[in-house]
């Protein structure tokens, strides 16, 4: 069985040591000169000790027992105060999950995606106006935006299940031309007419990758580490190219008892609805980047985060990218979600206080991690939980 959880070693000396002040890194000559320093904290030590405690706790007695198998990090207040593992690599004796170890992100992939989209709109390279025919003639359905496909309004079918019947050799990976092409040659029935109503989609992610691609000259997995990976100091993150082998920090995902899930499978070619693989730091890394404005300007994150769509049954609503709700205490919470072939994501940023919730595992099977949950230990009962999806 795999240890107890631990906080990192530096983090109790420091704690019982100095007062804790926390400052923004600067940024650097292609930061975006209209972002703000990031807020200065000064930290009550025995209040940031008591909470990482109960947190630890938490994870021990509530997640581990249902069935968590991951990684979990916890910043509040400009620091992280939580980073630990529970639970197996690989469901080998012996083998436990280690916090740098490199998962699929599933859906919270999209808003890289989205941060391409958005980067390549300020430099004056297309529009969200723009109609997917701009790009790409011959595909058969007018009347979609770039917008509509960043907020999930485009409506059109679930690319998984079409390609399922359409593709003619599963053997051969689609890639994202290729899905261009065949939803070209054969028109699906779209879900519903463009802009109407909110419908989640991996297929209008999909082709927001194929945008970045044909509009860059670059392959999505090229572009992102250029201009997505790099600027943001994520340095073992990459795209998937299933062609290739895993790097070694890269996990399998798992089912029940531990059966792996195979990177072999057709739809992997696929990417920009899901494809990156990350660790804890790499994603932590991205969201600090994200919001000091290091990656796109403030107007346009302020785009990304902008309700695009009402609340809809689950009381969160969508930008591009991210889902968002404001508790009843006033807090604003910024998350996505995911879950794909074996592996369950979630990220949570909260602006006002510099929060952030990475949880990450290589088991669908097992029990998620409840962000109400360690917001509760955050905020002392509060704010209340109201956005539910992934």
């Known amino acids: 069985m ?17 007062p804790l002040l926390i400052t923004c890194s600067e940024q650097g000559e292609d930061a975006y000169r209209e972002s703000p320093p990031g807020p200065v904290f ?55 999950l280690q916090t740098d170890a490199l998962f699929e992100l599933a859906s919270v992939s999209k808003q890289f995606t989205a941060v391409a989209i958005l980067q390549l709109m300020e430099a004056g390279k297309l529009s969200l106006s723009d109609s997917i025919q701009r790009f790409f003639p011959d595909f058969p359905h007018p009347g979609i935006t770039v917008h509509m496909l960043l907020a999930h309004r485009g409506g059109l079918s679930n690319y998984m ?15 994202n031309h290729k899905l261009v092409q065949l939803l070209s040659e054969h028109p699906q029935q779209r879900w519903h007419a463009p802009d109407r109503r909110y419908e989640y989609s991996n297929t209008g992610y999909a082709l927001l990758a194929a945008i970045v691609e044909e509009v860059s000259g670059m392959r999505f997995r090229d572009y ?39 990177t072999q499978y057709f739809l992997n070619g696929v990417v920009g609805d899901k494809g990156i693989y ?99 230990i955050l905020y002392g009962g509060g704010p209340e939980e109201e956005g539910l999806e992934e």
């Open 42 to 96: 000064i930290n009550d030590p025995a209040d940031i000790a008591r909470k990482a405690a109960s947190i630890d706790s938490l994870v021990l007695h509530r997640f581990k027992p249902r069935g968590f198998n991951g990684v979990l990090l916890v910043a509040h207040r400009g620091q992280i105060i939580y980073e630990g593992a529970v639970g197996m690599a690989s469901g080998k004796r012996g083998d436990s």
């Open 278 to 376: 990350a660790s804890l730091r790499d994603l932590y890394a991205w969201e600090q980047a994200l919001f000091r404005n290091k990656l796109i300007s403030a107007s346009s994150m302020a785009l990304a985060l902008q309700p695009h769509n009402p609340r809809n049954r689950h009381l969160a609503s969508y930008g591009y990218g991210w889902r968002m709700y404001t508790t009843l205490h006033g807090y604003e919470v910024r998350f996505h979600g995911g879950w794909w072939r074996g592996f369950k994501t979630l990220l949570v940023h909260m602006p006002e206080d510099e929060t952030c919730i990475i949880a990450l595992s290589n088991k669908t099977s097992g029990g998620n991690v409840d962000k109400a949950a360690i917001l509760s």
């Open 224 to 262: 992102a580490r250029k201009y997505l990976f790099e600027p943001a100091g994520m340095h073992t993150a990459f795209v998937i190219n299933p062609k290739r082998s895993l790097p070694k920090a890269a996990l399998s995902g798992h089912t029940g008892f531990f059966r792996p899930v195979t």
């Open 161 to 175: 299940y079409d390609a399922e019947r359409l593709w003619p050799d599963q053997r051969e990976y689609l890639d």
């Open 2 to 18: 795999p240890g107890p959880l631990r906080l990192p070693k530096f983090f109790w000396i420091t704690l019982l040591t100095l």
